[in-house]
């Protein structure tokens, strides 16, 4: 069985999804209040960031996410450690991957999945690549394989000239591939594990191994992708 229909075709996945997205939302309300809360008395509204990102066969859609960013100052598209429009709340919400949250109003829409590639801004996709055909082919998601191994992400572009150069001519192909890779071995299980694994991290950033994580996804031929870390 695949991690997206049963023998009778219904989509068990998507089943799981909707109600784990319900019973989120009641058990995260307090988080929700209070990172709310802690956004408006920082740096007032808007509380919430929307933004086009494109998702499953490319139709682009709205994303959603708690404003991390002070409103009015221009940059890039991306975010390299030590960007000076990051609020003081925005960093920690950031940290702990709480601005992420409101992003299950995505999946109860069906903009996207809790478990698939990350969508990206419309300039970063090129919906004449193969790759990207076969990435849009699924909706789009909370978290992947490449999003764990890129957990430290903005710390890599701050060590680039041009940060947004350095993402889409290095980490963006890599996370691509990890994407792909991960695709093609993917089931229910992998699928539940990698959420349970970003939950875990996401509260303890610290403690992961990127290596290790391909380790627990991908076999050991397809591990030989390089990670920039």
């Known amino acids: 069985m695949t991690a997206r229909s049963g023998r009778g075709g219904l989509d068990w996945w998507r089943v799981f999804e909707v109600a784990a997205c319900c019973v989120g939302l ?3 309300i307090p988080v929700l209040a209070l990172a709310a809360i802690a956004i408006w008395i920082d740096d007032r509204t808007p509380i919430l960031f929307r933004q086009t990102r494109i998702g499953k066969d490319g139709i682009p859609f709205r994303l959603i996410k708690f404003r991390t960013m002070r ?35 995505n999946v109860l829409r069906g903009d996207m999945s809790l478990v698939g590639s990350r969508p990206e801004v ?13 990435i849009l082919a699924r909706r789009p998601g909370i978290t992947d394989l490449s999003t764990l191994v890129h957990c430290r992400e903005e710390e890599t572009l701050s060590r680039f000239a041009n940060p947004e150069q350095g993402y889409a ?20 299980r992998s699928d539940a594990l990698l959420l349970l694994l970003t939950i875990r991290y996401s ?3 610290a403690g992961l191994d ?9 076999p050991r031929p397809s591990r030989e992708i390089q990670t920039v870390q």
Do not use: M
Not at 77 to 90: E, N, Q
Not at 124 to 134: F, G, S, T
């Open 210 to 218: 990127p290596e290790k994580i391909c380790s627990q996804f991908l």
């Open 26 to 28: 009641v058990v995260l």
């Open 169 to 188: 001519e290095v980490i963006l192909p890599e996370k691509l591939a990890l994407s792909l890779e991960y695709e093609s071995h993917r089931t229910f």
């Open 71 to 105: 409103t009015g100052i221009a940059g890039a598209k991306i975010t390299s450690a030590g960007d000076r429009r990051v609020t003081w709340t925005g960093s920690i919400l950031r940290r702990y991957k709480i601005d992420e949250i409101p992003q299950i109003w």
């Open 203 to 205: 509260l303890r950033p």
């Open 122 to 134: 419309p300039e970063y996709v090129n919906l004449q690549d193969p790759r990207w055909r076969k």
